[in-house]
């Protein structure tokens, strides 16, 4: 074993700084995000408090805010239960039975990840106004969000030592009583993970349900800014959805507890073998299979060529095409920047260093990533207009946005690889006379390239698929793919629509491609 692998596996308190204070570089970059991730907490409590119990009371307690409370409960129950029984069972499939061509499955059922949200609904209600609605609405974006369950379940059946279920079948226990018993416990935190981001992504989603016609809170709030001016009834309507958000954080950690879902033994974990299925249950699987391809990503993409074409017999406006092109790559790749640039210092201070700055710093943006971009680009037209006027309708002010919005997709792998880099290494350059600063870059950085490239290409493939922001925040004049899609198919011009929705998805699809043909193709 190499000394650098020796060091790596000390524990993480012992990699800690005791006694140390970390340097200047590294608290100023946190000590920024941590303000400016309190912005969207005192924005909504400070205009729900100038409003006063009166206007609190006479907005609220109102029918139609009953109806936009039944409307999002309704919308995000109907799509994350039928995720979670579609991932779930698509992900046994896949994993434990000998389904004919469940390898090219696992790629074509991830396909719907690269269509974006706002994208897929647009392409079905060009098919037929029939569905609009909140019955559309849920069929719709089940067959976006289900991969959301079905990777991290899938991920999870495939890491399980297989001798757990084989010591419950010497026990005597049935298929059925073993799957609920033993197996369905160990997939129960994927479950809920997955879960738990799509009822977020359902409370947060706005562009889809606009074009869908459904009225949640979230497009109450867009409503209440965009048509009728109102920053104070839109601040109340978001302190409704933050309490909701914060109400479903609790309820996943409630739920989850602090059971332990790892194998404690030694030895190298078994994989189970395929279980073999009936003809009458393949052809069932396959038919499975196959609906969920066509209606997630079959239907999307054919409507989406079906309008090219239709659109052809007109010249594209190449131009207009080109620059919102132009726009969306810029402003994703200076929002990836920004985001990495302070996912690394809250990084740092989390694995090195104690405290509650540190503290603050890892959880704070999670909160906001809970909350949707109308609410974090109220906050920032808010402030800017009242303490820095020069910022309004400037790029800088989106790229902010766009930083508070995804940096949690960066945190992740920033602080895993982190993890794995010892600071040993880093203390013999300092021996040797180099900064702090220097032997982080000359040591450290290089080690954790890998993960810094992987957490800037998430926030890349999010951004550029970013819609209410971008319609809030963006300067006169600039135009992305996301808004110029929303605005298209807002008036009902969907041939107009589909070069950009088309260069979209050609961005997303590629990596998606990669990864999962990475992870099915060249299994096993």
């Not at 067959?143 to 419950?168: M, N, Q």
């Not at 997939?187 to 409370?203: E, F, R, V, Y």
């Not at 299925?277 to 079959?298: I, N, Y």
């Not at 990533?369 to 609410?375: D, F, I, K, N």
Request: hydrophobic share 55%; proline share 6%.
């Amino acid at each position: 074993m190499t000394a650098q692998a020796q060091i790596s596996q000390l524990p993480h308190k012992a990699w800690q700084a005791k006694g140390k204070r970390p340097s200047a570089w590294l608290v100023a970059p946190v000590l920024l995000l941590v303000g400016l991730s309190l912005l969207p907490l005192a924005y909504v409590s400070i205009r729900t408090a100038e409003a006063g119990w009166h206007d609190i009371s006479r907005l609220l307690l109102r029918p139609y805010v009953y109806g936009l409370l039944l409307n999002t409960l309704t919308l995000l129950a109907g799509v994350t239960v039928a995720c979670a029984v579609a991932g779930t069972l698509l992900a046994w499939l896949l994993e434990r039975t000998n389904l004919q061509g469940r390898r090219t499955w696992g790629v074509i059922l991830c396909l719907p990840f690269a269509v974006p949200s706002f994208v897929a609904s647009f392409t079905w209600i060009s098919l037929s106004a029939g569905f609009e609605g909140l019955g559309g609405a849920i069929l719709v974006m089940s067959l976006s969000k289900y991969p959301l369950v079905f990777l991290p379940v899938a991920a999870t059946l495939r890491g399980l030592d297989h001798s757990l279920e084989e010591s419950a079948r010497l026990l005597g226990a049935s298929r059925r009583k073993l799957f609920f018993r033993v197996t369905l416990p160990l997939l129960w935190p994927a479950i809920l993970a997955g879960s738990l981001l799509i009822a977020l992504h359902m409370l947060v989603e706005f562009g889809a349900l606009s074009i869908l016609n459904v009225r949640t809170f979230t497009t109450a709030i867009y409503q209440q800014f965009e048509l009728e001016f109102s920053n104070a009834n839109a601040a109340m309507l978001s302190a409704v959805l933050l309490v909701l958000c914060l109400g479903f954080l609790w309820l996943e950690l409630k739920v989850r507890g602090r059971a332990r879902h790892v194998r404690t033994g030694q030895g190298v974990a078994r994989r189970a073998p395929p279980m073999r299925l009936p003809p009458w249950a393949g052809l069932a699987a396959q038919v499975f299979c196959l609906t969920l391809a066509v209606l997630g990503s079959g239907v999307p993409l054919v409507m989406l060529g079906y309008w090219l074409v239709q659109g052809s017999s007109a010249a594209f406006p190449l131009a207009a095409i080109g620059q919102a092109l132009l726009s969306s790559l810029g402003l994703s790749l200076a929002g990836a920047a920004v985001s990495l640039l302070l996912a690394l210092p809250v990084g740092l201070l989390v694995v090195r260093y104690r405290g509650p700055l540190a503290i603050w710093a890892e959880r704070l943006p999670y909160l906001l990533h809970a909350l949707p971009g109308l609410v974090i680009a109220l906050t920032l037209v808010y402030f800017a207009l009242h303490y820095v006027p020069a910022l309004y309708q400037t790029t800088a002010l989106l790229i902010a946005a766009y930083a508070l919005l995804f940096l949690p997709l960066a945190q992740g792998p920033v602080r895993t690889a982190l993890t794995k880099a010892a600071p040993q290494l880093e203390e013999a350059a300092r021996t040797l006379g180099a900064s702090a600063f220097k032997a982080f870059c000359k040591v450290t950085l290089p080690i954790i390239f890998p993960a810094l490239a992987a957490a800037f290409a998430l926030v890349f493939l999010d951004t550029m698929k970013e819609l209410t922001a971008t319609l809030v925040l963006s300067p006169t004049g600039t135009t992305t793919l996301a808004t110029e899609v929303w605005a298209h198919t807002s008036n009902m011009e969907f041939a107009a629509a589909a070069p950009f929705a088309a260069l979209l998805i050609l961005v997303s699809g590629l990596p998606v491609y990669l990864i999962t043909t990475r992870m099915y193709l060249n299994k096993r």
